[in-house]
Structure formats: structure tokens, C-alpha cells
């Protein structure tokens, strides 16, 4: 009774702090939305051109956006809390993924490494495709333990099934999953047996068929998501010593992954990872579990760090079992090599040193505010700002030009000013790209330009950062063009860019780009 009535307490107590979490989160968005950073302007507007394929990742966050659009009639407050809301969601599913490994108590402390962790609060706040992977990934963790267990039957099938399927529309690293689940069945005689069962192959090689639709996609457009991932596999030398440089690029990526998990958690994380592997045939069944989902793949990252450049996001999904291995350790389930035993009495100071470095994830902003120095090097909204004024600035310049309703929009240079741009403007209208190298990095390149849209002899407005000259091929799309004005823009401490607006006049052609390159 007393350990029912314990797991009770640890139940409740995990529920009323990832409630409170969530409430002040939801605040925090409503107090302080600015922009969106460029990804989630850009996901916007593929969410306003639902598609089943784009440029360079699945769909599911177009539709995600689609969906967060629709209902949020295109405020920045809906982005930050559908974020809040799956970021925040996601702690909850690890919970219950521990309790169910273990125990609640163990839960509570996978609750608590979780809330401590930078990354669970950019998780919260910036509605990326991580946002949705981790909850599938979450979600496909605790049914496969549950099944393997013998907890759940047929409903345990269909909810792994769908996470999966709906996990690898999110993001090609969800297909690595029923790889790491064959690993740990076969690597003990007690689980090889459920590799005998079809319900699980169907599940397995089902969840696949989500893909058809991207893969459709991709053959229509020369396979440009192949392409595009394969760009991140390239490893590049910018001249110097080779070892020296994959020296730097594994150094930074171990350092960012200390940043993002808080240096305690992580500290420990890579220790269990490291010790644990070698003694992967003999430890417990839970502990083998979060060593195939964890360790394994956590170790391939590192090495493959040794090769190349690595996003800091990418190993983010075997953090779910990272933070649940961790968790484990801390609350005596088992005990490998490193770190001796004595040291889970630093669990108050990893929270405490992880609370701080989310605390300056939300609170450093309004320091540098304060100051005078938003935008500087350390303020975590450096991506956030300028945007909205470019927006503000063009806006003034673009309803001086008589008859400007009826003008087509086009920036010149990155996607994200674009994105921006089409988020930032009072009506939300289509902003065109183009892009003078002739390489498609956008998925900008590959949906129709305004001659294709039918503005043929109708005029634009035109945006140039940066410079202050229109290169002459795109000159030549219209039959004269005339500039309207310019402005500055303060992007922050020390970033200042100056943006030409020009109108041109009864577009005539597009001009040509190249074929398609690998970017």
C-alpha cells in the first residue's frame, strides 16, 4: 500500500509542476513573442502550400503549420504555444516511458533532468521539427516497452504503428527506430522470440508505407530531399590541417551537447553511454532497452562527430533515452563503470546548474534589453530580431506606391528574410525568391515564380538587402524598373543592414536559373 500510495504522490507531483510549466510558458509566449526565428517563418509558409513532399524534410510539419495557421489565423502566439504544448507534452510521455521501465520515483527524476535541460526550453518555444518528432519518438519508446513487456496488446500495436508512420513524416531520423528496436530484440535470448512474430514485422515495415507520398514527391522533383540530405554527410576542409579541423568539429559538437543537456546531466548521459555498452550482454533488461535507443546511437554520433560537422539537434531523440538512463542511475537501478556511485548525491547541484542555464534561455533577453544590447552575441533572441521592422519599414514604403494591393512581392537573397518578410507584413501576402547563384537551397526555388502564378505585364515590388544595385538579369525581367526608396535596420547590438525596395514594371520574363544543383 505504501508504494502504491508513493507512486500516487510522484504520479501527482509530476502532473501539477509539467502543469505549472506549461501555464508559465504559455505566459511567457504571450508576453514575449517578437518574430519567429527563420525556420519557423519558413515552415509557416510551406503551411500555406500544403503539399506531400517538400525541399527538404517530410510534410508532417507543413501540415503542422497548416493546422496551427488555420486556427491561430496567423499569430505568432499560436506557433509559440502549440510549441509550449508538444515541448511541454513530451515531458509527461517520458514519465510515464520511466515509470513503466521502472519506477515513479524514477519518473520523477527523469521530469525533473528534463525541465533542467536548455534544450526542453528551446523545444518549448521554437516550434520546429523536433517538436513532433520527439513526441512520436516518446510515444513509440513507451509502446514498444509496453509490448515487449506484455502490458499492452492490440490498441499497444496500433499506437506504436501510428507513431512510427506519423514519426517518419516528421523527420528521416525516425527511421532509424525499428533499427535500434531489431538490436535490442535480437542481442538476448529472452527477447529474439518476439522476432518470430509477424504482427510486429507488419507494424515495423508498415510504419514505412507513411512514406510513399514523399517519395512520389521526391521522384517528381529529381530526388531533391536525397540530395539535400546527402549534402550533410559531405565532409568539408576549409584548408587547413585535417586532424586539426575534426579536432574543432568534435570539440564543438561535445560542447554544444553540454550546453543543450546542462553539463551535470550530460556529464552523466556520456559516462553511462561509454561504460555501459561494454557491458551491454550482462545489465538488466531496462538498462539493455536504453542502451540500444541510447547508448548505441549516442556513441555513433560522437563518432561520426570525429568525421564531420554535426548539427547539435541531431542526436536529440536518443536524449529521450539518455534522460531516462540518467534517471535510472541517479535513483540506484543500476550501476556501471563510470560514475561511481558516490556522486548521485550531485543530483540537487546538476538541477540547480541546469535550472540557471534555462533561466538565462528565458530571462537574458530582458537583461540585454535592459542594458541597451539586445542582439549582442550572448542574448538568446539574437535570431528574433530586426524582422519585424524590415516588415514595419517596407510596409510604409509599400503602401506609398499607388495601386500596391495589386503588386507581386519579391526578395532577393536568403529564404529567411523571405519567410520573414511574408510572416511580418500586416496581410501575410506571398513573397516570391529569387536567388541570382541559380542553385536550389530553398523550397523556395522550386514552387512557381510569379510569370508561372500569371502576373505576365503585371508590376512588383522588389526587395534587395544589402546591396543597393539589382543585378541586371533580373532587371531585365521587367520593361523598366525604378527604385521607391530604402531604409536601415537595426537587427541588434552590432547588426545593421540596409534594404533597397524597387518597383518594377510589367514583368516580361523570369529569369532563367541553371539546372538544379546539389546545394
Known sequence: MASLE??????????????????????????????????EAYYWDWGRQPDYGYYSKPPFIAWL???????????????????????????????????????????????????AAPANAALSFFLTIDAPLLICWSIALWMFWRYITGEGKTGTLLTLFLSLAVGHLCKQMMMIFPLLAL????????TRPFLRRPSLWMVFFGSYLSLIPPLVWNAQHDWITFEHTSHHFEVKNEGGSYVIERLKDF????????????PGTAF???????????LFGKVSKPARYLLSFGAIPIVMML???????????????FYVSGIVLTAGWYGGKFQFGCPPASWRRLFPVTI????????????????FEALGKSGHKGDPNRRLLGYDLVAKEFEVLRRSVPGSDDHFLVALGHRDFTSQLAFGLPDQPRVYLWDSDGIITSQYEMWNNPLEDGFEGKDGLVLLPVSSELPDAFVAAFESVSKVGEFAVNFGYD???SVSVFRGMHLKSWPESPPPQKP
Open 251 to 262: 570539440l564543438s559538437f561535445v560542447g554544444t551537447q553540454f550546453g543543450v543537456l546542462s
Open 183 to 190: 538490436i535490442f530484440l535480437a542481442s538476448h535470448r529472452e
Open 268 to 278: 552523466v548521459l556520456f559516462s553511462l553511454c561509454l561504460t555501459g555498452l561494454p
Open 65 to 115: 503549420y497548416a493546422f496551427v495557421d488555420w486556427v491561430g489565423q496567423g499569430s505568432l502566439f499560436a506557433i509559440r504555444a502549440t510549441a509550449a504544448v508538444l515541448g511541454t507534452l513530451s515531458i509527461l510521455i517520458l514519465f510515464k516511458l520511466t515509470e513503466s521501465l521502472f519506477d515513479a520515483r524514477t519518473g520523477w527524476l527523469a521530469v525533473l533532468l528534463s525541465l
Open 495 to 497: 547588426r545593421k543592414i
Open 352 to 367: 540547480a546548474v541546469g535550472v540557471i542555464l534555462t533561466s538565462y534561455f528565458y530571462f537574458a533577453p530582458m537583461v
Open 6 to 39: 508513493q507512486s500516487i504522490n510522484f504520479q501527482r507531483r509530476a502532473i501539477i509542476l509539467v502543469g505549472i510549466v506549461l501555464l508559465l510558458r504559455l505566459l511567457y509566449a504571450a508576453l514575449f513573442a517578437i518574430n519567429p526565428i527563420g525556420d
Open 303 to 317: 563518432l561520426i562527430a570525429l568525421r564531420q560537422g554535426m548539427q547539435p539537434n541531431w542526436p536529440a531523440v
